[in-house]
């Protein structure tokens, strides 16, 4: 162990962990346990902390429906199909696919010349399905609006060069796909705390996974999952011992002593004076 060890000091590209996370060995990383998560990563291969904001971000009710095409366009990007080239430089980073609520407001700045504040209000009448305000917008992202003095406040899509019908379609495509779009900036603290759980099992097995246990002590489900995982890692968990086990898991020797805390009708004073008449 690293006397001196700083999460946040840790190289975020690191390709063992990446290859963790392609094998679906997730069992115990935040935001990427469950199964159909784990098929998803097996399925992607993520590379980067990039690639996990993406997975945290789809593997949600909504931009679910999109996992496939985006994992084709992942690995056969000529397959990728934009309406209008002004898309390519917003949707790229996504495979050709609209993932993120900033992706929206790009598409309203960069197609329709919205400003920042104005797409802003877009993304959040989409997102509460305003239907009133987004019939109003519908004309405004198309042909613009002009201010009282007459002068242009944004020159709308067509007036950019995309077909009529083609903006038509792409705003249909926001706001169905608004409603369930995520803030990436969010997904991505989600995804540095995904990898640096990630990181740490990996690099740090028996610390990591103590610690974990620790953290689901009456959480008897989990708590057999994590002893499985353990198993599957080649950690011994040692049985409970009263010369030895404190109320948490912790290491001892290659294995990890069972915590006395989750042993069923052992009251945690009951503990407290057992370690200290031991002490």
Request: with cysteine.
């Amino acid at each position: 162990v690293q006397p001196d060890f700083r999460i946040d000091r840790i190289s975020l590209e690191d390709q063992d962990v990446f290859a963790m996370f392609s094998r679906g060995e997730t069992e115990g990383v935040f935001q990427f346990e469950s199964a159909g998560m784990r098929r998803m990563l097996t399925a992607m291969k993520p590379v980067s902390v990039e690639d996990l904001t993406a997975a945290t971000s789809l593997y949600r009710p909504g931009p679910s429906a999109s996992i496939d095409t985006y994992i084709r366009n992942r690995f056969h990007p000529e397959m990728i199909r934009y309406e209008t080239p002004l898309l390519e430089p917003i949707l790229r980073v996504t495979c050709g696919i609209l993932l993120y609520q900033e992706q929206v407001m790009q598409v309203c700045r960069s197609l329709a010349g919205y400003s920042y504040g104005r797409a802003d209000l877009v993304r959040r009448a989409m997102s509460k399905k305003k239907a009133d305000v987004m019939q109003a917008e519908r004309e405004i992202f198309l042909h613009g609006k002009k201010r009282e003095d007459g002068t242009a406040e944004c020159p709308g899509a067509v007036a950019n060069g995309v077909p009529e019908e083609v903006a038509n379609h792409i705003f249909d495509e926001m706001a169905s796909f608004a409603e369930y779009a995520f803030n990436k900036s969010h997904a991505a603290a989600y995804a540095v705390v995904s990898y640096q759980t990630a990181f740490l099992k990996l690099h740090y097995p028996r610390q990591y996974m103590a610690a974990l246990l620790t953290s689901v002590l009456d959480w008897t489900g989990k708590l057999t999952e994590y002893i499985g995982e353990c198993r599957n890692l080649g950690i011994p968990i040692l049985p409970p011992d009263v010369n030895r086990s404190a109320g948490a898991f912790r290491n001892e020797g290659e294995g990890i002593r069972f915590g006395l805390l989750a042993v069923k009708g052992l009251g945690r004073s009951v503990i407290e004076n057992l370690t200290a008449e031991r002490n």
